[in-house]
């Protein structure tokens, strides 16, 4: 059975490392899902009959790797949705993007409207006819370093803050202000000649135990491989 790396396990939390091209949840597909994956893998641990609880609180799209907390009880799934709904549990990104950002830091808004047949999202900008079904959308980001040449090109490697959680938003705000990420295929520059898994990753979470009131705070381990470790 694939195991993802666990990073923290108790009575009440389950926290691990989403490997690129997993799904967070099963869909029609029937494709290998976390949440499938996790409850197998606890049934198994400790010898359980029946169904075994977990909590999805949150997702990530498929092809992104990163963090990930579960719920071990329906009272830690309650009070952790709860911090998610106030905006307290806090997510963080990294992203390799090809070209140099204009700014080294700046703030992103926007509105998205997902295409639910093609599982496609447009942006709108406040210059435009606003979709009465579009979400606002908003994300910060900064350039850890210098860009550096990678496949005859130049890449930048950005820390990104959420402040909204729309679907595929970091992906597609960032390739509608110039700023592709590297292997992305549905957003990203049609001369993407990497054909590694998308430079995207959630590698930090943070958040408030919903027992202990402990402030915890995970985080990945840096990916030793092109490009990411030209940075």
């Known amino acids: 059975m694939l195991v993802p790396e666990i990073l923290y396990e108790d009575n009440h939390l389950l926290v691990v490392v989403k490997p690129p091209g997993i799904l967070s949840q099963e869909d029609q597909t029937g494709t290998p899902d976390m949440l499938t994956i996790l409850k197998a893998w606890l049934k198994e641990k400790y010898q359980k009959p029946g ?27 309650s009070r952790m949705s709860e911090q998610i709904r106030k905006g307290l549990l806090k997510k963080k990104y990294h992203a390799v993007v090809w070209g140099t950002p204009e700014k080294k830091e700046d703030k992103i ?48 490697l950005l820390e990104v803050d959420l402040q909204t959680g729309r679907s ?7 390739s509608a202000n110039k ?8 957003y990203g520059l049609k001369s993407d000649s990497y054909k590694g898994d998308i430079c995207l990753e959630s590698y930090l979470l943070s958040f408030t135990h919903p027992i202990t009131k402990e402030q915890m705070t995970f985080q990945t381990t840096e990916q030793n491989k092109l490009p990411w470790n030209l940075f």
């Not at 093609?118 to 900008?125: E, Q, R, S, W």
């Not at 700023?179 to 549905?186: C, N």
């Open 168 to 174: 595929h938003q970091i992906r597609v705000q960032l």
């Open 51 to 77: 169904n075994v609880y977990l909590g999805l609180l949150h997702r990530l799209d498929r092809p992104v790797q990163g963090v990930m907390v579960f719920a071990k009880t329906s009272k830690a799934a």
């Open 109 to 156: 808004h926007s509105w998205l409207l997902k295409d639910e047949e093609k599982n496609k999202v447009t942006v709108f900008t406040d210059t435009d006819q606003i979709p009465k079904k579009a979400k606002e959308a908003a994300l910060s980001y900064i350039q850890i370093g210098d860009s550096v040449p990678f496949s005859n090109e130049k890449i930048s």
């Open 179 to 186: 700023m592709a990420i590297v292997g992305d295929r549905k």
